[in-house]
């Protein structure tokens, strides 16, 4: 089992950087393929960014590729996601997620992921 609990959202200007964090419970931690996903009132939840478990590989949606970093810690079992020059259109509640096993596109994919966090609400404002 993994817990997750994101911190970091906020209220930023158009063009101004945050940076998310997601602190993991569970001794298992390091062996998760990560990511970040977000959903904007009134829309569906989309993909934002992924690292794989060792963190060698990175996967960024096409809106924020750039723009955003994600990275990982596996001896704090932490995973933090840099954003930078951030958008109006970037305003949307950050969730982070746990799963096993994925790869190229499966990444992008939500229901495969294991773990959610309860979110954290990034503010862009124009």
């Known amino acids: 089992q993994v817990q997750l609990v994101e911190s970091g959202g906020g209220l930023v200007q158009a063009g101004g950087s945050l940076r998310l964090s997601c602190a993991a419970s569970?001794?298992?931690?390091?062996?998760?393929?990560m990511g970040w996903f977000r959903q904007a009132s009134g829309k569906e939840r989309e993909f934002v960014a992924a690292i794989s478990w060792s963190g060698g590989v990175t996967y960024y949606a096409d809106s924020v590729r750039g723009r955003f970093t994600i990275s990982r810690d596996n001896a704090k079992n932490t995973i933090a996601l840099q954003m930078n020059s951030l958008k109006p259109e970037d305003t949307a509640v950050y969730y982070c997620?746990?799963?096993?096993?994925?790869?190229?596109?499966?990444?992008?994919?939500?229901?495969?992921?294991?773990?959610w966090g309860q979110g954290t609400q990034v503010t862009v404002s124009s």
């Open positions: 997620a746990a799963g096993k096993g994925l790869a190229g596109s499966r990444r992008r994919m939500g229901q495969l992921y294991d773990y």
């Open positions: 569970g001794r298992t931690f390091s062996s998760y393929d």
